[in-house]
């Protein structure tokens, strides 16, 4: 019987000892307090300025209506932000494990549990493809490497970065907030390429050649085997644009894309609707 005893004496101690453990690792969870130029992944934790997060939030227009994504979410501020003040659904992405339970715990405190959530992952390996909005503050080679992930994205993505820019992809928008840089980017179409030019009735048709360097655009079109420059060429989100003479006549195009066709019209007496096939 004193030995039964004593085994269960031993048992009970060894849960009380496992939950003492326990409690001691969530006070320290719970006390964690992350400091500025610590490391991470690839990067050192920086905390972006109140005035920064929410001219970065403006810039890009958010809505409730958005899906925002913070790449390197850090302490959760732009996610909780973009709750708080526009309504939007956001998720932030921190690789960090303290560091994103940190995130959470101010998602909580913030009241915003229901439109934020936190991951824990890579931003090289989680899918964002699904975001209309896109925040990061990320070191430049960063951005580079994630740019042909972010130019693949639905046309109308919209991107801001705090200090860097994505190298040779000119921003739309450049500002400035108490001294710090920051950017914005629209995701445009892919158009590059020779397209075929019609008309409904069969009376206008051409062959349009686009050269594009992400939102930069121009070109020629070919009307009855004679090639001109495309004059004053546009591209803005999955909407262009672009004028050419015909017959001393100035006219302008202005044009939807989508996947392999577009279709839009030409500024003619007519208001002529055109279509665009992808050769």
Do not use: C
Not at 40 to 56: C, F, H, I, N
Not at 92 to 118: Q, T
């Amino acid at each position: 019987m004193i030995v039964r005893n004593l085994a269960v004496a031993l048992v009970a101690l060894a849960f009380a000892l496992q939950g003492a453990a326990q409690v001691k690792t969530d006070q320290a969870q719970e006390n964690y307090e992350p400091k500025p130029g610590q490391p991470g992944k690839d990067v050192v934790w920086v905390p972006t300025p109140d005035a920064m997060v929410s001219r970065m939030l403006e810039v890009v227009k958010t809505t409730k209506d958005d899906l925002v994504y913070d790449l390197g979410s850090g302490d959760g501020k732009i996610p909780i932000a973009a709750a708080k003040d526009y309504g939007a659904k956001a998720i932030g992405i921190e690789y960090n494990p303290e560091m994103a339970d940190f995130a959470r715990r101010n998602v909580k405190r913030a009241g915003v549990e229901p439109l934020v959530e936190i991951i824990t992952g890579d931003i090289f390996v989680e899918d964002f493809s699904k975001a209309t909005v896109i925040t990061m503050y990320l070191l430049p080679a960063l951005n580079v490497k994630l740019r042909p992930i972010i130019l693949a994205m639905k046309p109308g993505t919209r991107v801001t970065s705090h200090q860097f820019d994505m190298g040779d992809w000119e921003p739309d928008q450049h500002f400035v907030i108490e001294g710090r840089d920051g950017y914005m980017w629209v995701v445009p179409a892919t158009v590059g390429g020779q397209w075929a030019l019609k008309d409904e009735s069969g009376s206008f048709s051409g062959t349009l050649n686009l050269v594009q360097r992400y939102q930069r655009l121009g070109g020629t079109i070919t009307l009855a085997g004679k090639t001109q420059p495309l004059l004053g060429a546009w591209i803005d989100a999955d909407k262009l644009g672009f004028s050419f003479i015909d017959a001393d006549r100035l006219l302008s195009a202005k044009m939807s894309v989508g996947g392999s066709g577009m279709s839009g019209t030409l500024s003619d007496p007519r208001k002529t609707v055109l279509t665009g096939t992808r050769r």
